[in-house]
């Protein structure tokens, strides 16, 4: 989708433990990789080391990275965008990727959009993997801009619970966002194999791109 040109210089923000940063850097580009849980960036490093793979990974919080005219391409990839509580928040992420973009630079995210949540929409779910079971309780709040997920995860006589709540975004209202914040060429897809983002929509993908000025 992105065409990306060789030796790219590409920022994956949040890289998690390295999976795409890694795979970026196989295929020859410089890439960075910033995550704000540092076991997530051990484990990156001792991959790339395995691997001899150059990647520059590094812990932090997205909303503090701002690298200006630096990267070609960068990515925010699996559902990672919209954890912060304000909007705003989000909002400063954007604006500081536009500004580390190159000119004529891209900036992919790829997330589950609000039309596919309403349209698959589950407020219980479980599963099983091996001798540990996993059950999901979901709620919509602010008027469908919030998911807010109860985790319980199971392990014979163990017992774990963890809640998120994350900001889901319409197609519509992310392409806004980005445009705000003075990307152009704004594209939708609706997976990162390039579908339309349409009733049949498996993933929300945006692209956005800083100008030449």
């Not at 995550?35 to 503090?64: K, N, P, Q």
Request: glycine share 8%; with cysteine.
């Amino acid at each position: 989708l992105l065409s990306i040109g060789e030796g790219a210089h590409i920022l994956d923000l949040p890289c998690g433990v390295g999976r795409h940063a890694l795979e970026f850097a196989r295929r020859g580009h410089a890439v960075v990789g910033i995550d704000r849980t540092a076991s997530y960036i051990d484990r990156a490093r001792a991959e790339a080391s395995r691997r001899t793979l150059d990647v520059t990974f590094e812990a932090g919080d997205m909303r503090d990275v701002c690298m200006p005219d630096t990267f070609d391409v960068i990515v925010n990839l699996f559902g990672s965008f919209g954890y912060f509580e304000q909007p705003k928040d989000d909002r400063t992420v954007v604006e500081h990727m536009y500004a580390s973009l190159r000119a004529g630079g891209q900036f992919l995210i790829e997330t589950m959009g609000k039309e596919i949540l309403a349209r698959t929409f589950r407020a219980r779910d479980w599963s099983e993997e091996g001798d540990l079971l996993l059950l999901s309780e979901r709620t919509i709040s602010e008027h469908w801009s919030r998911v807010d997920t109860r985790w319980i995860a199971i392990r014979g006589t163990e017992r774990f619970e963890h809640r998120v709540s994350v900001r889901s975004y319409s197609a519509a209202e992310l392409s806004a966002l980005l445009a705000a914040c003075g990307f152009g060429d704004i594209r939708v897809f609706g997976s990162l194999n390039g579908i339309p983002y349409d009733q049949a929509a498996q993933r929300l993908v945006v692209i956005g791109r800083k100008e030449s000025s």
